[in-house]
């Protein structure tokens, strides 16, 4: 399940998006620190491609991928050294697969901003030193322990030592950890850390309404070129937190009457999710039955034994083949069965990389 953890300034609007993202109901008052405690809620992703299949396949049960957000209260300047509420809430961030970093890019003298006026570029630059800040001071406490142990010779923390002086200067000079040069098993090791910067980062830029669907304004190309300028390859997101809370509070069948009367095609849930999935590089697969239709999040890249795997262990571990429809033979024909009487399902083996939208039916014996 993807974790996204929404972090930024007070009053740049993530807990209004966070409601309606979730409709978990999370206080969104006019003043910082109102989110005391993350507030965390699971969304479906929206695929059509599962309701494609619910209603070719008529299941007792669908189960869609979910995503799960936590709205993490607003962090201020000095918040790694116990400013605001602290550090308490950076460990939040730490429990998350990437990071949503909401900016504020819209003018309105109703909602004051903690730092005075709008500026997104400071807004990043506050944030972003933060949780370097904070990072710098575990790889330092790290690194004090292994030193120790490295000088008696071990050579494993030695060479844990040699990658955490990388990262410290890399942190020590501003920059997030995630552009460290590290080998693939540093690589791993670095991930146990559970660094802050080593997470992967998305910009939501929270726009008004009169600058959708463009969603494009000075703000958002200050932006924009402040991202390119470090050499972060972040993507950005245009999105509007009143819009999307207005498109909640409506019924299903009244949204995409709305969203079109905006210019909009789809909801900025949709996108947001999507960015997430190409930011971890993810996609998902399908089991189809009577019983169950089901969405299943795998890495791109991912041959057919790791893709059994999420449903089971066993079905990694006594796998055998997969017996594999293609999403688009799918449509084409209609159902498995039919794909299965023309022709179109295959069945694969081990070295088989999964495609977005197969599927499949494990064969497996333990």
Known sequence: MLKLGIVGLPNVGK?????????????AANYPFCTVEPNVGMVEVPDARVDLLVEKVQPQRTV???VQFVD???????????????NQFLTNI???????????CFDDPDVVHVMGGVDPVRDREIINLELILSDLAQVEKRLERVRKVARGGDKEA???MGMLERVQAVLAEGNPARITEVSEDEEKLLRSFNLLTSKPVLYLANVSEDDLPEGDNEYVRALREAVEASGERAEIIPISSKIESELAELPHEERGEFLGSLGLEEPGLNRLIRAGYRLLGLQVYFTAGEKEVRAWEIPVGAKAPEAAGV????FERGFIRAETVG???????????????QGLMRSEGKEYVVKDGDILLFRFNV
Do not use: P
């Not at 730490?94 to 504020?104: G, I, L, N």
């Not at 449903?311 to 066993?314: A, Q």
């Open 15 to 27: 807990s209004t998006l966070f409601n309606a993202l979730t409709a978990a109901g999370a206080e």
């Open 64 to 66: 869609r991928a979910a």
């Open 72 to 86: 993490i209260a607003g962090l201020v300047k000095g918040a790694s050294e116990g400013e605001g509420l602290g």
């Open 94 to 104: 730490r429990e998350t697969d990437a990071v949503v970093h909401v900016v504020r």
């Open 158 to 160: 030695q060479a844990e």
């Open 311 to 314: 449903i089971h262990s066993d």
């Open 327 to 341: 999403w688009d033979d799918f449509v084409k024909t209609g159902s498995v069965k039919a794909a299965k009487e």
